[in-house]
């Protein structure tokens, strides 16, 4: 792996107040700007969003919005939009959480809100992932089905701006994440499914993997697992744990 390794934060619907936010941010500050050889993105809430970028003067962290809406603007209530995380100077933003699936985000959605992103000059994060498992390989129809329809107005020469995170829900809070192994076929699956869509420019899409990352398996799954980086939710939330997870991350 030549590029640095991805951290992304995913606070969620975290913490619940803005003082505890800045103390959050602050430890992620010093984590993120420890290790050398990561980007650490943080994803706060959206009404912290703002703050915390406009006051960070660095160059180390770097910040994502958890989602946003692809119309430039207009009657949509309690949605963000690209053009405001962009006026925000914001350069992520995800896609397809599968908490926001969840909540009624579709794949054609997801296609809207990918295309949105990067004509406004900001980083999809296009977040994939089955919700069940068995012997059959469903998963991956199911998977291959969510990367085609989410880029399917991605041009091939914009392919390489996409970042596809794969988070399998059933281990998205869960107890243990995805073996590395598993990650490594998922990983290789992805980047053909793209290459089949967008040719050779296709191998040069980033893939993460998310659910159930901490500090006791994120070496693993770096050496391991052919991924770009990690997406992180509950182990990005506690300052502790964002740190020693933040120092056993290896270098390239
Ligand atoms: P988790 O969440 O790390 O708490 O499992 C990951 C995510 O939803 O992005």
Redo the contacts with the bound molecule.
Sequence with gaps: MTAKTLI?A?W?MNPASFKEARRLFEATRRAAEAARHTSAVVAPPALYLRELRLSYKGMRLLFAAQGAHEAPGGAHTGEISMAQLKDARVPYVLVG???RRAAGETNVDTRERVAAALSCGLTPIL?VGESRRDHSGDHFAFVKEQLRTGIANVPATRIAKVIV?Y?PLW????AQ?MSPQDMHEMSIFVRKTVVEMCGDAGHKVRVLY?????ETNVADLLLNGDVAGL???????EADKFAALMRAIPAF
Excluded: M, W
């Design positions: 992304v995913n969620k959480h599968a908490e977040c995170a988070e281990a998205i809070g869960a994440a998310g659910g159930a990352v901490d997406l992180v939710g509950r182990a990005s939330q």
